[in-house]
């Protein structure tokens, strides 16, 4: 992983990448993170090339101190050069950084192997939309081997193992593994942050929560809210790249300002609950998201969602009828918006619906043993080879 807790400013891979080791740690397996300590422009307060225990998983640190945005780690490297090949299997989480060519490059060196998890980063229109020519070079350069040589490829949604079939690589069998969802933390007696407890006063909010950038599709969302005239939208998390300006600017021209609260930084603990707690409805309108961890956890907590079909968990939404899958223009958003705001019996049953749905199938332990059985069957596999040559 390039980097890791407690680095939650990077959003919900950080979260699910633990939870998943945590979950393997419990059922008994022996789990080890390699990862930097980059944390924005500075570094995570974690000791360096020694082990941490992190609820069962064991995690070591290293500095990146040049290329930083590469995760750039000679450390890291002659670290993975001595303990990889000592590993049963490797799992590489994220694509287009250092860490994961390395990861993969000393695995195979080693006959170890690995399995990658894009993590939704091979959309055509993420590819597309940023750094188009560098993302397409280091494909063809680097991560096509890197993908085409793994044992398998894990995506998180059926939409991000269409995109990765799509790509026409000779690709290993691609596994389609969900996220997980922790439990919602106790809210009773907990102490709510003041700019917080500002924003949630009134309640009856649509809640956006997540990284604040050009993928969520935020704008889109605010560009519905005219014609949602009683709807208040509460935008919250890290904003990494200044987008929460152009997007309070967007509110102020639509003149829904007065109806737009942006909390620009992470929120967590408490403070996060409060922000589900109080909402009426959670919005998740981006451009490309391989699965939506947060509407997940809205979900968790009972919170009617609406999603656009670009959301990699908008299969779920639809299965668990926990809300509504609408087109990513501002007419289809705000009808589906309208529909839930104003009819309080639906919203409480696609909430209640919604809940359900994930306590009974998208627990962590039962992730962690989906996630197990694949291992398994990868090494069953490199064994029935091993006995054949």
Not at 158 to 166: I, N
Not at 267 to 287: I, P, R, Y
Request: hydrophobic share 45%; net charge neutral.
């Amino acid at each position: 992983m390039p980097t890791y807790l407690p680095a939650v400013r990077y959003g919900g891979p950080i979260r699910s990448v633990h939870a998943l080791c945590r979950g393997l740690a419990a059922r008994g397996h022996d789990v080890h993170v390699f990862t930097t300590s980059v944390d924005g422009d500075g570094d995570s307060d974690v000791p360096l090339g020694q082990v941490v225990d992190l609820e069962g998983v064991k995690v070591t640190y290293f500095q990146s101190r040049w290329l930083r945005r590469l995760y750039w780690s000679p450390p890291l490297y002659r670290a993975l050069t001595a303990s990889l090949p000592k590993f049963d299997l490797v799992h590489l989480h994220a694509i287009y950084l250092w860490p994961m060519w390395a990861g993969a490059h000393i695995a195979r060196a080693s006959h170890v192997p690995y399995v990658s998890s894009p993590r939704g980063m091979l959309a055509p229109q993420l590819i597309r939309r940023k750094n188009r020519l560098i993302k397409e070079a280091w494909l063809a350069l680097i991560e096509r081997r890197n993908l085409e040589k793994a044992a398998a490829i894990h995506a998180t949604s059926t939409g991000e193992a269409d995109d990765l079939r799509a790509l026409g690589w000779s690709l290993p069998p691609v596994r389609i593994i969900p996220h997980g969802v922790d439990d919602p933390e106790p809210l009773a007696d907990a102490t709510i942050s003041p700019d917080v407890a500002a924003a949630i006063s009134g309640g009856g909010y649509v809640l956006a929560l997540g990284r604040i950038n050009w993928e969520k599709g935020l704008d889109r969302l605010i560009a519905a809210l005219p014609y949602v005239p009683l709807a208040r939208l509460l935008i919250a998390g890290g904003d990494r790249e200044g987008h929460a300006a152009m997007l309070a600017e967007l509110a102020r021209q639509a003149d829904v300002g007065d109806r737009v609260t942006i909390l620009s930084r992470h929120v967590d603990g408490a403070d996060k609950e409060a922000l589900f707690a109080h909402a009426a409805a959670f919005a998740m309108t981006s451009l490309s998201e391989n699965f939506g961890l947060a509407a997940f956890e809205a979900m968790r907590r009972g919170l009617p969602v609406v999603v656009t079909r670009e959301v990699g968990m908008s299969e779920i939404v639809r299965e668990a009828k926990a809300g509504l899958v609408v087109e990513g223009n501002p007419q289809a958003i705000s009808s589906g918006l309208d529909a839930i705001l104003c009819d309080p019996a639906k919203r409480q049953a696609m909430g209640e619906a919604g809940r359900n749905h994930v306590v009974a199938h998208y627990g962590w332990p039962a992730v962690a043993e989906q996630m197990e059985d694949l291992y398994r069957s990868i090494l069953q596999t490199n064994t029935s080879k091993s006995m054949v040559r």
